[in-house]
Every structure is written in C-alpha cells, then in structure tokens.
C-alpha cells in the first residue's frame, strides 16, 4: 500500500514539475481519496448490481440462511444481507463497508456444485473478508491504481510541458509508462495476500479447513468448464470473488493465487 501512495505521489511530482505548478502534488493525493471512498462507500450495491444479483430471503434460500447465520453468531457479527446471481458459473463474494452493511452473494453454480459443509467452508471464507476489512483495502489499492492509469495516460496523451523543454521527456515518459503495470502488480500482489488470509481465517471459523480445500478443488474445475465472459462489469467484482472467475490463470496479473497452493495451505492447517 505504501508502493501505491509512492506511486500516486511521483506522478504528482512529475505533472508539479512540468506544470509549473506544485497544487498536483496535493490534487494527486485528494483524487486517490475522492475514489477510494466512493468505492468502499457503495462497494456493496456496486457489487451485486455488476452481476445482476437478487437478495433472497430464508424462505426462498433456506440452506443458505441457516449457515450464514450460524457463521455469523459464531463470529459474533450481524448477519449480512445474502443475494443469488443468476450464472452458472461456480462462485462466490462478500462485499460491504463493514459488518453492518455486508453482502454475501453467491452465483447459481456454485449453489448446484457444492455440497452443503463446502458451501459452508466457502461462506466461511467469504464472510471473512468482510470481518478483516478487506473491502477497505481492496478499495483503497484499485482506487489509486486507477487514479495512476489515468494519470499516465493523461501523461501519454498530453506530453510533459515543461518537463519536455526541461528535456526530462524520457523519465517523463518512463514513469508514465511503468508506473500503471507497477500500481497494478501491487493491486493484485495485495488481492493474493488477502485471499491467502481469507482461506486460513475462514478455515479457522469453521473448524473444518477441509470443506474449504475440496471445495476450492471443485470451482477449480468448475470454472474452467464454465468460466464467466471477461467483461466489464464482471471484472469490476473479480478480485472479490472466492476464485478466479475467468479460468486458470498463473501469473502477477492475476488477482487470485494458485488454486493448488492455496489447496495445500489449507491440507497443512488440518494436518495433511
């Protein structure tokens, strides 16, 4: 997180110098808060909005009410609202500012595919991203990574004013080329750690490390029968989602780890 603000921050830098003028120095600063807060503000109607999902109540989703509603006495939170997306493909996220105002919404695939303890080891896993705040931090890392995109767009597009006259253009255009696929592999170096911990917290509410582990096992193959079409609005919910949602990918630019060693992780807790 302090790589980005670093990031935010020599970008302003580098518009004072060439501008003249060192209000960039503050404005950078002042964007990066402006739209992290709005997406941590709204993250839960944007959310479920993207996938077109539909709050259920416990008479329409029984099963899924009973679990998320002893794994949040366990916990003891509130229960969060809980929501069915209409895809078959297998998956699942949380969303929301706080306890309070979460969300837990899973897809009508993963509902068919898994059995009801690793329904529960994935609910366990969802609802832990929301008790670590890591609505907040997944925020905060797009957020400013977007603003940077943005800004080394601009910088492409517009030149380096003085910056080009004080003949900084190659550092000028260097920055603004580098720092965007360097603000993104933190974004998702940040989103593998807090899947990582979501695993090992989620694991540890529901005593059973192992629902989880099978569980991940099958979205691993379900989702590559059946991986959900890359488009906007669903990469806008992704990182949040308990896998990727876009297949088997192994690389920095994913926002997941691999399922096999988050698999593994999980056979350690329990022994194997």
């Given at each position: 997180?302090?790589?980005?603000?670093t990031?935010?921050?020599?970008?302003?830098?580098?518009?004072?110098r060439?501008?003249?003028?060192?209000?960039?120095?503050?404005?950078m600063?002042?964007?990066?808060?402006a739209?992290?807060?709005?997406?941590?503000?709204?993250?839960?109607?944007?959310?479920?909005r993207?996938?077109?999902?539909?709050?259920?109540?416990?008479?329409?989703?029984?099963?899924?009410?009973?679990?998320?509603r002893e794994?949040?006495a366990?916990?003891?939170?509130?229960?969060p609202r809980?929501?069915i997306?209409?895809?078959?493909?297998p998956n699942?996220?949380?969303?929301?500012?706080?306890?309070?105002?979460?969300?837990v919404?899973?897809?009508?695939?993963?509902?068919?595919l898994?059995g009801?303890?690793?329904?529960?080891?994935?609910?366990?896993?969802?609802?832990s991203?929301?008790?670590n705040?890591?609505?907040?931090?997944?925020?905060?890392?797009?957020?400013i990574?977007?603003?940077?995109?943005?800004v080394?767009?601009?910088?492409?597009?517009?030149?380096?004013g003085?910056s080009?006259?004080?003949?900084?253009v190659v550092?000028?255009?260097l920055?603004?080329?580098?720092?965007?696929?360097a603000?993104?592999?933190?974004?998702?170096?940040?989103?593998?750690?807090?899947?990582?911990?979501?695993?090992?917290?989620?694991?540890?509410?529901t005593?059973d490390?192992?629902a989880?582990?099978s569980?991940?096992?099958?979205?691993?193959?379900g989702?590559?029968a059946?991986?959900?079409?890359?488009e906007?609005?669903?990469?806008?919910v992704?990182?949040m989602?308990?896998?990727?949602?876009?297949g088997?990918?192994?690389?920095?630019?994913t926002?997941?780890?691999?399922?096999?060693?988050?698999i593994?992780?999980?056979?350690?807790?329990?022994?194997?």
């Open positions: 997180m302090g790589g980005l603000w990031l935010l921050l020599a970008l302003g830098w580098l518009l004072a060439g501008t003249g003028s060192s209000v960039w120095l503050f404005i600063p002042l964007i990066g808060v739209q992290t807060a709005y997406a941590y503000w709204n993250s839960d109607t944007i959310a479920v993207s996938m077109g999902a539909i709050e259920v109540s416990e008479a329409q989703a029984p099963a899924l009410h009973a679990i998320v794994l949040s366990a916990a003891g939170q509130p229960m809980l929501y997306a209409p895809t078959m493909s699942a996220f949380a969303t929301g500012r706080d306890p309070k105002h979460a969300a919404c899973c897809t009508q695939g993963i509902l068919q898994l009801e303890r690793e329904l529960r080891g994935v609910l366990g896993h969802e609802l991203h929301v008790y705040r890591d609505i907040l931090t997944s925020s905060v890392a797009a957020g990574a977007g603003v940077i995109s943005s080394g767009q601009m910088i492409l597009w517009f030149g380096g003085r080009r006259r004080d003949g900084n550092v000028l255009l920055l603004a080329l580098l720092a965007p696929l603000a993104s592999l933190i974004r998702f170096a940040v989103s593998r750690t807090r899947e990582y911990d979501a695993d090992h917290d989620g694991a540890v509410l005593h490390p192992l989880l582990a569980a991940l096992r099958k979205l691993d193959g989702i590559a059946a991986p959900m079409v890359p906007p609005r669903v990469e806008t992704s990182a989602m308990i896998a990727n949602p876009f088997r990918l192994r690389n920095l630019f926002t997941h780890p691999p399922m096999d060693q988050r593994a992780r999980l056979e350690r807790m329990a022994g194997y």
